[in-house]
Antibody, heavy 111, light 107 residues
């Protein structure tokens, strides 16, 4: 069945870079787009970006300068890298293909 | 960027009530709108795609409608398990955007 699973560090220091991996199964990255979405504690959903089936990317305007999404189709993995993290980047980070979602990974930015 | 405005942000309703949640886009999004339900502590769940396509396994009391800039999620007869926050999401043009959410609680 379809699964998406996020992995990465739970704690990141301010000003450092966040690296997350989304490992998918049950579908092909070359036929499906994968999005990253985040949710600060107690707040709403924020769309971060997408990597489409053809490999093109698009990003949230407010995060574009700090964010990069890439993939390794041979490993069925999608990657998120975001630099210059601040406390307001503390959130649950989800990868999703919209009709299927990962469980999310909580990332706390703190010294 | 396209802004998505949801109203009301909080709604209290009784079991059996008909509930409507609104989502307004800042420009025409050509029905490219999804609705998600998120229960406390859970990942969001896709309820409806492309304005009115009910996803497999979603109860038929949920329906979606709308066009251009104005969209509605309707629950025909509210059930206790529908207590959740509901988000609209436009994917007509990038960057894609979510509404701020509408929290539905039982009266």
């Amino acid at each position: 069945q379809v699964q998406l699973k996020e992995s990465g560090p739970g704690l990141v220091q301010p000003s450092e870079t966040l690296s997350l991996t989304c490992t998918v199964s049950g579908f092909s990255l070359t036929s499906n787009s994968v999005h990253w979405v985040r949710q600060p504690p107690g707040k709403g959903l924020e769309w971060m970006g997408i990597i489409r089936s053809g490999g093109s990317t698009d990003y949230n305007s407010g995060l574009k300068s700090r964010l990069s999404i890439s993939r390794d189709t041979s490993k069925s993995q999608v990657f998120l890298k975001m630099n210059s993290l601040q406390t307001e980047d503390t959130a649950i980070y989800y990868c999703t293909r919209m009709r299927d979602w990962g469980q999310g990974v909580m990332v706390t930015v703190s010294s | 960027d396209i802004q998505m405005t949801q109203s009301p942000s909080l709604l209290s309703a009784s079991v059996g009530d008909r509930v409507t949640l609104n989502c307004k886009a800042s420009q025409n999004i050509n029905k490219n709108l999804n609705w998600f339900q998120q229960k406390l502590g859970e990942s969001p769940k896709l309820l409806i795609s492309y304005t009115n396509n009910l996803q497999t396994g979603i109860p038929s009391r949920f329906s979606g409608s709308g066009s251009a800039t104005d969209y509605i999620l309707t629950i025909s007869s509210l059930q206790p398990e529908d207590v959740a926050t509901y988000f609209c999401f436009q994917y007509n043009s990038g960057p894609y955007t979510f509404g701020a959410g509408a929290t539905l609680e039982l009266k």
